[in-house]
């Protein structure tokens, strides 16, 4: 159905990654990613690396297709994370939150295939230089930790396509078939969903937050820490409506807890990360259903406007 650069380097069907988040990102989400024709991801910023050795040896029994690893720099914690993920034999491994000069080439060496992720173009040049092999491009939209100056995704991915000649995975905003499909339109190979795996039937997480997606409209995100470090995008709640405009509290202080949002369903808890297209998620479904749909009707809507425009011509 797809073949381009990004299905051919991660030896995928389907060009959809499903991000890495922090203890969610497991054998029992990336798995089921996996065996749809897609990219599953594990995750290394919870820090548990013995954890994250039995998640990738049962990564192993649950799927016999392609799966890989994040390095989100800023949260590494042990300096072998790098020999870490090369002895585990992963060949993917995406790098975030941090310089992509400081394990690319230590990573490539290895043999493996390399995508940075960027928040900006300054970003996106930085990172070819150091020689990542792709580049996850990152709308300021999407959930999790953010550049403090957030680029959307409409603007940040045709420009950074523009300069560079890596293959791109857009992230930010991706959720269906018409997303992915203006994705490509706009430069991108692949794309990357985060919010829309964490509400997958599929996804490890408390029934209360994967609802509290389903309900959230698209104004029911906060974007937090925008005058300190690391700003991030979040689930709206009372807590994190308090924190919005208060500049005297590092919002990290309230991720102490996240262990009983993420997995106890007490939302205020701690903060639940999340990107603005909660606002167009409204079931609970399970992995193959969400990809299988996304790829086809991807398809679908990219033949439709060809067929409805017929007046360029393929070669530009
Ligand atoms: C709960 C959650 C945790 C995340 N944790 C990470 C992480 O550990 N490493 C990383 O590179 N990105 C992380 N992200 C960002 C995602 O990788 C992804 O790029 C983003 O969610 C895409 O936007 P979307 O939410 O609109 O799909 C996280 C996002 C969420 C929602």
Redo the contacts with the bound molecule.
Sequence with gaps: MFSNRVTEMLGVEIPIVQ????W??RSQLASAVSNAGAMGII?T?SGELDAIRDEIRAMRDLTDKPFGV?I?QA?VRDPAIVDFVIDQGITFV?T??GSPTRYTAQLKNAGLTVFH?VPTLRAALKAVDAGVDGL?V?GG?????KSPTPVATMVLLPLVASQVDVPIIA?????DGPTMAAALALGAEGV?????M?SAAESPVHANWKQAIVDAAETDTVFLNQHTSPALRALRTERTGALEFDHQQNAMESMRNVLDLYFGGDMESAI??????AGRIDAVRPVADIIAECAQDCLNRLAQLAARYPGGHAGE
Excluded at 272 to 277: E, F, I, W, Y
Aim: charged share 10%.
């Design positions: 991000a890495p988040m922090g969610i990102a995750e910023s994040n989100a949260f995406t975030s939150a992720v996850i990152e939209e999407g959930g999790g930790f992230a930010g905003g991706m959720v990357q969903m985060g919010t829309r964490v639940a990360l999340c990107g603005q297209v």
